[in-house]
């Protein structure tokens, strides 16, 4: 079992910068693989980007790729996104996900993850 706790999000001008952070309960935190979804009102939850177990490869969707970079710190339990030059266009609520996974590849698809936080608001206004 692994419990998510999101925080960090805000209201912040168009171009400005975030950084969300997920923590994580439970001592195998290492053995999983994770992920930052979004979802905008009247949309459909969208993958935002993953990363390994060991940090070691990342994924990104192409809408934030060279904007967003997902890290962690498995001796913290604990998951980043930061997010700079935001737009508009990323307002949405955003999510930290989890599923039990120790290989290279990571998946991008909501149905494959486990555990999900709570979400946090991300505003960016124009």
């Known amino acids: 079992q692994v419990q998510l706790v999101e925080s960090g999000g805000g209201l912040v001008q168009a171009g400005g910068s975030l950084r969300l952070s997920c923590a994580a309960s439970g001592r195998t935190f290492r053995s999983y693989a994770m992920g930052w979804f979004r979802q905008a009102p009247g949309k459909e939850r969208e993958f935002v980007a993953a990363?390994?177990?060991?940090?070691?490869?990342?994924y990104y969707a192409d809408s934030v790729k060279g904007r967003f970079t997902i890290s962690r710190e498995n001796a913290k339990n604990i998951v980043y996104l930061q997010m700079n030059s935001l737009k508009p266009e990323d307002t949405a609520v955003y999510y930290c996900?989890?599923?039990?996974?120790?290989?290279?590849?990571?998946?991008?698809?909501?149905?494959?993850?486990?555990?999900w936080g709570q979400g946090t608001q991300v505003t960016v206004s124009s």
């Open positions: 996900a989890a599923y039990a996974y120790s290989g290279s590849y990571i998946s991008t698809l909501a149905a494959k993850y486990d555990y």
């Open positions: 990363i390994s177990w060991g940090g070691g490869n990342t």
